[in-house]
């Protein structure tokens, strides 16, 4: 089966940290950009972080910027996403997504209509 896994949520208090990983099963994730996407309750899906399929370039959502990283490890065909410093606004299910490339490319592109795999998804509450 093709998928990805999501995993790493769980329940944290303001100003900690959470690293979430996304596992890719039945396929490799070379050639493939990959997003982090978020959805609270009651809110449309929101785009947080996107990586190229180099590794070589990314980018961040304003409201995570300086705080979150992304990250990926081809051999282990995983990537992840450290998450400091959170905030009660952070809460919400965390997606990772795949977007086809097909080369190696420094161009960190994430567009929701050409993701190709969405995991299934890992709830991140932050709260005292």
């Known amino acids: 089966q093709l998928r990805l896994v999501e995993s790493g949520g769980g329940l944290v208090q303001p100003g900690g940290s959470l690293r979430l990983s996304c596992a890719a099963s039945?396929?490799?994730?070379?050639?493939?950009?990959i997003g982090w996407f978020r959805q609270a309750p009651g809110k449309e899906r929101e785009g947080v972080s996107c990586?190229?399929?180099?590794?070589?370039?990314?980018n961040y959502a304003d409201s995570v910027k300086g705080r979150f990283t992304i990250s990926r490890e081809n051999a282990k065909n995983t990537v992840y996403l450290q998450m400091n410093s959170l905030k009660p606004e952070d809460t919400a299910v965390y997606y990772c997504?795949?977007?086809?490339?097909?080369?190696?490319?420094?161009?960190?592109?994430?567009?929701?209509?050409?993701?190709?795999?969405w995991g299934q998804g890992t709830q991140v509450t932050v709260s005292s």
């Open positions: 997504a795949a977007i086809y490339i097909g080369v190696f490319t420094n161009q960190a592109i994430c567009r929701p209509s050409n993701i190709n795999y």
């Open positions: 990586i190229s399929s180099s590794g070589g370039s990314t």
């Open positions: 039945g396929f490799t994730l070379d050639y493939y950009a």
